[in-house]
C-alpha cells in the first residue's frame, strides 16, 4: 500500500516563526501536493509538484513556498507564520495527473 | 466557473436506513470524479473514480453512480461505522488540479 507520511500530527507555533511541514511518499510518485482544510472552506490546493525541483501554485499559495529536492519528499515552508494560517495541512500524491490521490494523516497547525 | 456542490452538508441516519449524498458538478470536459470518505482527524481515504456517465461502482455498502451533471453516493443499509465526512472531487475543466466540494457528513446512530 502506498504510504504517505507528514513529519507530524500536531504543531504549535508563534507568529513570526519559520515552519517547516514535511511530507514523504514511498511510491515513486511524480506529483505531490499540498491542501490546507478549514471548516466550511474544504480542501483547498496550496501548491504541487510534478516533478523534482518543479513547483506550481494552486490556488492558495500567497504566504507559503515549497521544496522538493528528491522524489519522494516534498515540503511546504511558512515563511513567517500567522494566525490565520492556523489550519489542518494535508499532503498528497499520486502517480499520474488525473489518478486518485494518496493522503497523508494530516498536521494540525496552530500558530499562536 | 468550475465549480462542486454537495448536499447535504450533513445527515443523520439510523442504523440501517438507506440514502443519498449528492455532488452536483459544473466543468467542462470531465476528466473524473472521484469520493474519498474523510473519519475525524485523518487524511481523506480513496473510494471510487467514475469517468462517464452511466458508470457505476461498488464497494460494500456503498454504491457511486453518474450523470453528466452529478453524481450520487448511495448508502445502503447504513452501519455505525459508516460514520464520515464524504468528498466529492473532480477532475476536469479550466483549472488542471482537483475541485473538492466541501463535504457531508454522514452520522449513523445505532
Known amino acids: 500500500d502506498v504510504k504517505v507520511t507528514q513529519s507530524s500530527r500536531y504543531l504549535v507555533k508563534r507568529t513570526g516563526e519559520k515552519v517547516f511541514l514535511e511530507c514523504v511518499q514511498d511510491m515513486d510518485h511524480e506529483n505531490m501536493f499540498w491542501y490546507r482544510q478549514d471548516p466550511g472552506l474544504g480542501l483547498r490546493l496550496i501548491y504541487f509538484?510534478?516533478?523534482?525541483?518543479?513547483?506550481e501554485k494552486g490556488d492558495i499559495p500567497e504566504g507559503y513556498s515549497v521544496s522538493r529536492e528528491k522524489k519522494e519528499r516534498f515540503s511546504l515552508i511558512l515563511e513567517s507564520a500567522s494566525t490565520n494560517q492556523t489550519s489542518m495541512y494535508l499532503c498528497?500524491?499520486?502517480?499520474?495527473?488525473?489518478?486518485?490521490?494518496?493522503f497523508g494523516s494530516g498536521t494540525q497547525l496552530s500558530v499562536l | 466557473e468550475d465549480q462542486v456542490t454537495q448536499s447535504p452538508e450533513a445527515l443523520r441516519l439510523q442504523e440501517g436506513e438507506s440514502s443519498s449524498l449528492n455532488c452536483s458538478y459544473t466543468v467542462s470536459g470531465l476528466r473524473g470524479l472521484f469520493w474519498y470518505r474523510q473519519d475525524p482527524g485523518k487524511g481523506p481515504e480513496f473510494l471510487f473514480t467514475?469517468?462517464?456517465a452511466g458508470e457505476e461502482k461498488e464497494k460494500e455498502r456503498l454504491k457511486a453512480t453518474l450523470t453528466k451533471k452529478e453524481s450520487f453516493l448511495h448508502i445502503t443499509a447504513p452501519k455505525p461505522e459508516d460514520s464520515a465526512t464524504y468528498l466529492c472531487a473532480v477532475h476536469g475543466g479550466s483549472q488542471g488540479n482537483l475541485i473538492f466540494g466541501k463535504g457531508t457528513k454522514l452520522s449513523v446512530k445505532p
Open positions: 467514475l469517468y462517464s
Open positions: 498528497a500524491s499520486s502517480g499520474h495527473v488525473d489518478e486518485k490521490l494518496f
Open positions: 509538484s510534478y516533478d523534482v525541483k518543479m513547483k
